[in-house]
């Protein structure tokens, strides 16, 4: 696509706005694009209701979801897209419900993968095949997840690139800490391969007195969260674990830690840590996916293995009456971020793909 005068028009397709690092991300990145050539939209196939929806209006980004049967439904999208000039998907499985459509509005289509998994079952083998030929790029939030995908399906001769992800930089105003205390924050979806028990495992770990100098904060919702509130009642019932289900207020959830945990057995470039991040706040994360890649050991944060609480909890041992190694290591994050991260690069990278 050559450049034009006129704004290019852009529908972000997204699986659904609640809470998630993706969505985030896509809200960020249409708010920096509206400083471009660019014209963006988010087209949710979630339902009017969800929690981000709101988020997209304030932030004066046109956003259109449809809680209509699924042909009614079907057919809205249909007719809505025909007024775009680029189709960018941000999930497989919202890839799959365009797939009957996409021949049909013959536009340019990016589909960005946000996480590492390959989807390699049968089924998205067969399905990623076949709708090769209607992608124009692939992109991905990782070398990892580039690296998997492609080790799985292929695609050779689709235009591939790796385009981080990145966060507006505007520090939320800190609540000052209690008392001393640490609170240690872990923000996501409540699902297995994020491990959650695992802080508290670690946190379990603690000699009594320094259990007293924490408190734990859970930000999320999801299939795994009453096996977690189980895990809390049975075993660590006297540690200040507080959960705060779906959140949609960053400065609710930045503004009052101290230390982010991030216990997943994998990655992408987790948006979460981004945002921590940004926000001053030191990480503690787990050594896989595109971790490492912000998470610079000892530098802007520290790393362990996969299911390691032991080493998760030596870790948290050494913060609790170390504040000021608190401070330093969170302002080392923030500026990192500021020099490697800005959404305006991730919203230029995209629009090269937009033009070309």
């Not at 704004?7 to 397709?13: Q, R, S």
């Not at 660019?38 to 004066?60: E, F, H, M, R, W």
């Not at 924490?214 to 919702?221: A, I």
């Not at 400065?251 to 991040?277: N, Q």
């Amino acid at each position: 696509m050559k450049q034009k005068n006129y704004p290019i028009k852009v529908a972000h397709i997204i699986g659904s706005l609640n809470i998630g690092g993706a969505e985030r991300f896509i809200i960020d990145l249409s708010v920096a694009q509206k400083e471009l050539n660019i014209k963006p939209a988010i087209i949710s196939l979630g339902n009017p209701d969800d929690t981000l929806v709101s988020v997209c209006k304030a932030k004066n980004i046109a956003v259109a979801s449809y809680s209509s049967r699924s042909y009614i439904k079907l057919c809205r999208v249909f007719i809505v897209l025909l007024k775009f000039d680029v189709i960018h998907v941000h999930s497989p499985h919202a890839l799959k419900y365009l797939r009957l459509f996409l021949p049909l509005l013959k536009k340019k289509v990016i589909y960005t993968r946000h996480g590492a998994s390959p989807y390699s079952t049968d089924y998205w083998l067969k399905f990623h095949k076949k709708i090769k030929k209607l992608v124009s790029a692939i992109t991905f939030v990782s070398q990892e997840g580039k690296y998997n995908f492609h080790q799985a399906h292929g695609w050779k001769n689709v235009t591939s690139v790796v385009v981080d992800n990145g966060v507006l930089i505007e520090p939320v105003k800190k609540v000052p800490d209690n008392n001393g205390i640490l609170r240690i924050g872990s923000v996501g979806r409540v699902i297995p391969l994020k491990n959650q028990t695992g802080l508290l495992k670690a946190v379990q770990r603690l000699p009594a007195t320094l259990q007293r100098g924490v408190e734990v904060h859970f930000f999320g919702d999801g299939r795994s969260l009453a096996d977690l509130k189980t895990f809390y009642k049975v075993q660590t019932p006297d540690l200040a674990v507080t959960f705060h289900g779906m959140v949609s207020d960053r400065e609710l959830i930045y503004s009052s830690l101290d230390l982010l945990v991030v216990t997943s057995e994998t990655e992408g470039l987790s948006m979460v840590i981004i945002e921590a991040m940004a926000n001053s706040i030191p990480v503690i994360a787990t050594n896989v996916g595109g971790n490492p890649r912000l998470v610079k050991h000892k530098k802007t944060g520290w790393l362990f293995e996969y299911d390691d609480d032991e080493t998760l909890a030596e870790q948290i041992m050494n913060l609790i009456d170390n504040r000021e190694l608190v401070d330093e290591i969170g302002a080392n994050a923030l500026s990192y971020i500021r020099d490697n991260f800005s959404i305006k690069a991730s919203a230029k990278k995209y629009q090269n793909l937009y033009e070309r």
